[in-house]
């Protein structure tokens, strides 16, 4: 029974993380759209636009989104640590996968969330601007949400799979608590 209400724990986070990441690069979508609708003027690399405030509050919404769906993930997933090669190399599959989805999601945060705060600053000014053209940041942004959404699921679900391998955690059904295996004691 317990392993069947930390499945469903598991499965609700899981589709957690991912409706805020589709939430997320959606909203970074729409900014793009939003910031396209306005009148610019383009000659070869240089680019004169209005700023579009709606794609301002979009992109920081995205990014908003995506930093709370990363936080979430890493939070509930626990610190899967490697600290040498070796160490790495004597890790379970499951282990090994965390270590790297984790550092993927990373990845995907760091990229994702710079090219969407970059792309809703570029329209919090109140004037127009001339400039090198910066397009598709928004949705590049966007895009990299729905990447960060599966690369986090990746690594919520090896954490969760390499902390079960380890033998915690396990549930005492007298006490009700989470105890690591080697300190629990059996009642006959």
């Known amino acids: 029974m317990a392993r069947i209400m930390v499945g469903a724990g598991a499965m609700f986070i899981c589709i957690l993380i991912v409706i805020m990441d589709v939430i997320a690069g959606i909203l ?50 626990g610190c899967v640590c490697i600290t040498s090669q070796e160490e790495y190399f004597r890790s379970s599959i499951n282990r090994r996968l965390a270590a790297s989805t984790l550092v993927l999601s990373w990845i995907a945060l760091v990229v994702g969330f710079t ?55 396990t549930v005492n059904r007298e006490v009700h608590s989470t105890i690591p295996v080697s300190t629990q004691v059996q009642v006959v």
């Open 28 to 77: 970074g979508i729409q900014a793009e759209v939003a910031q396209n609708k306005a009148p610019n003027m383009r000659v070869f690399i240089f680019e004169c636009k209005e700023p579009v405030y709606q794609a301002y509050k979009l992109g920081v919404a995205a990014a908003a989104l995506l930093a709370l769906a990363h936080a979430l993930a890493n939070l509930l997933g």
């Open 115 to 169: 090219l969407l705060l970059t792309g809703a600053l570029a329209n919090a000014k109140n004037k127009a601007t001339c400039g090198f053209a910066h397009r598709h940041f928004l949705s590049i942004g966007g895009i990299l949400c729905f990447v960060h959404g599966i690369v986090s699921v990746a690594y919520y679900v090896n954490a969760t799979a390499s902390a079960w391998e380890g033998g915690y955690p």
